[in-house]
C-alpha cells in the first residue's frame, strides 16, 4: 500500500517498530500505543491508514486489548487534533464471525462478544470504536475495509505457516476440506485498501468486506500454496469436530504454559479451516470502485516464482506483523 502511494506521487509517512524499506516513504519508529509517537507520525497528514494489530491464535486478552483497542483509540485521537480528514481503518471478517458458515455474506455489523477469540473481539471492538468517530466535530471521514485471508510472496502469516508445517508432514485437512473460502491476493488488499482511502468521503461511516471474489476450496488453496513452494500439499484428514475439540484443549493449555510460537490448533482456527466464508462483492466493488487485478491463479504464479518455482526452504517467523499507520 505505501509503495503504491508513493508511486502515484503521494507524500507517505509510516509508523512501525522497524524500517519499512520502503522507497521514498518517510520512517517514524515506535509503538501505535505511544501517543507522543503516534502523534508525530500523523502531524501535517492528510489521510490515514490504520493497520496495525496484534495477531495471533493465542496470548493474554490484556495483550490484544492494549493494540488494537488502545492503540485504535491513541492513532484515532491524534488523528482528529492533527485535522486528518480520511481515516481507512483496516478490520478483519472475523470481526463478525461466530463460528457458523458464512455463504455470500456483507459485512454485518462487528460483533465484540459472538466474534471468536481475542483477537476478532478485540479488533470487533476497535472497528465500532473507529466508525462512532465518523461525523463527529472535527473528525476524520471514516471507512472501514475488511480484508480476508490476505497472501502472497513474503507473507510469514500465511504462506510461511503453510508451507513450514506442511514441509513437517503437520498440515491436515480438517473433514473432507471442501468447504468453500475466499481469499484475497496481497497486491489486491493494497489497491483495495487505497481505493478506500480515495473513496473515504463518499462512502465514509461503512465497513467492505475486501476479498479477490473467487472462492475456492480450502484443499484447494492449501494444495495450490504449498505445489507453489515446492512441498507437498496435505494428504491426511483430521474430523472437524474432533479438531476443534483439540483446538479448544491446546487454547487451554497454552493458556497455562504458553509456547514460543503460535498454537498448532485452536477452535477459531479449527473453525476457519472447516466451515464455509465467502463474501457477497457487488457492493464492495461498487461503492469503492475498486475491481482485483490479479487473480488467484496469477497470484499463484506470483508466489512459485517467489520460490524459485521449484520451492525453496522457509524460515519460520515467530515476529507478528509491525504496527503500521
Known sequence: MARALVARGAQVRTLQRRPSGVAGAEDVLGSVTDPAVVARAVDGMAAVVHLAAKVSLAGAFSEFEAVNVGGTRTVLDAAQRAGVERFVHVSSPSVAHAGSSLVGAGAPPADPVRARGPYARTKAAA?????????????????????????????????????????????????????????L?????????????????????????????????????????CRAAGVRPPAWRVPAGLARAAGGAVEAVWRVRPGTDEPPMTRFLAEQL????????????ADLRWRPAVSIDEGLRRLAEHYGRGGVPVR???ASTPPTV
Not at 505457516?161 to 476440506?177: E, N, T
Not at 472447516?274 to 466493488?285: K, L
Open 185 to 225: 491476493y496481497v497486491d489486491n488488499a493494497a489497491d483495495g485498501i487505497v481505493a478506500a482511502l480515495d473513496r473515504a468521503d463518499a462512502v465514509h461511516g461503512r465497513a467492505y468486506v475486501l476479498t479477490n471474489g473467487e472462492p475456492r476450496t480450502v484443499a484447494d488453496m492449501l494444495g495450490g500454496i
Open 127 to 183: 472497528e465500532l470504536l473507529a466508525l462512532a468517530r465518523d461525523g463527529g466535530a472535527g473528525a476524520p471521514h471514516v471507512v472501514v475495509v475488511r480484508p480476508h485471508l490476505v497472501w502472497g510472496p513474503g507473507d510469514t502469516q500465511l504462506v510461511e505457516r503453510i508451507v513450514d508445517r506442511a514441509a513437517r508432514g503437520r498440515l491436515p485437512l480438517l473433514g473432507h476440506g471442501a468447504a468453500l473460502i475466499d481469499t
Open 274 to 285: 472447516s466451515t464455509a466464508h465467502w463474501f457477497d462483492q457487488r457492493a464492495t466493488r
Open 316 to 318: 519460520r517467523s515467530t
